[in-house]
């Protein structure tokens, strides 16, 4: 099955830098990332996805790029803004291919100093 | 998308006791999900509600525990059966209108005593 590793773990950056999230996958078949944030007390909200016949989408300052080689992807927020602080987690499909089920890496918290 | 909707939002529960936590879609959908996530940690898969049939469990969960319904395309239930403590959680629902995208519901904050 899917192994989704995440890092980094926490992450501090102030107000207007850009902030960096990385993700490694195991299964080769796995063709659908999508990336969530979560406010406290809230349920992750979908910001963007990506699909493998793609290597980079972009939507206004959060950008996510894929490496199908590497296994690996990552998420991109330029100009960060307070409210940019929160946690966030990849996913990757769950036995890889085409499945609904997600299987989640273990979060980033971000926090953006203002 | 689709907008979901979970009940209770929180509860807090004596050990022994079971809670209903109640989903549902503004939309009929394809697929349903159930997911646990532990305090400060990330999501784990509890089971696949299917319309009209059983659950599909992860490894590690099981019926009698987490029994789930899900009558129509947009309604699904799950039952935390005999609590304990360790059943203290943040229980989240999803649902996939299509063949991937998934949105997640608010989250019922569950504290056992």
């Known amino acids: 099955g899917e192994n989704v590793e995440q890092h980094p773990s926490t992450l501090s950056v102030q107000e207007g830098d850009s902030a960096v999230i990385k993700c490694t996958y195991s299964?080769?078949?796995?063709?659908?990332f999508p990336w969530y944030k979560q406010e406290l007390g809230k349920g992750p909200q979908l910001i963007i996805d990506?699909?493998?016949?793609?290597g980079e989408k972009k939507d206004q300052r959060i950008a996510v790029t894929l490496n199908k080689t590497a296994k690996h992807f990552s998420l991109h927020i330029t100009e960060t803004q307070p409210e940019d602080s929160a946690v966030y987690f990849c996913?990757?499909?769950?036995?890889?291919?085409?499945?609904?089920?997600?299987?989640f890496g273990t979060g980033t918290l971000l926090a953006v100093q203002p | 998308s689709a907008v979901i909707s979970q009940k209770p939002s929180r509860d807090i529960c004596q050990r022994g006791t079971s809670l209903t936590i109640q989903c549902q879609v503004d939309?009929?959908?394809?697929?349903m999900f159930w997911y646990r996530q532990q305090p400060g940690q990330s999501l784990t898969l509890i089971a696949t509600?299917?319309?009209?049939?059983?659950?599909?469990?992860e490894s590690g969960f099981v019926i009698d525990k987490f029994p789930i319904s899900r009558p129509n395309l947009t309604f699904s239930t799950l039952t935390v059966s005999n609590m304990s403590p360790e059943d203290s959680s943040i229980y989240l629902c999803?649902?996939?209108?299509?063949?991937?995208?998934?949105?997640f519901g608010p989250g019922t904050r569950l504290l056992v005593l």
């Open positions: 299964d080769s078949a796995s063709n659908y």
């Open positions: 509600a299917n319309q009209g049939s059983e659950a599909t469990y």
């Open positions: 996913a990757a499909p769950h036995g890889g291919g085409a499945t609904n089920k997600l299987i």
């Open positions: 939309s009929q959908v394809t697929m």
């Open positions: 999803s649902a996939a209108p299509g063949q991937e995208t998934q949105y």
């Open positions: 990506i699909r493998s016949n793609v």
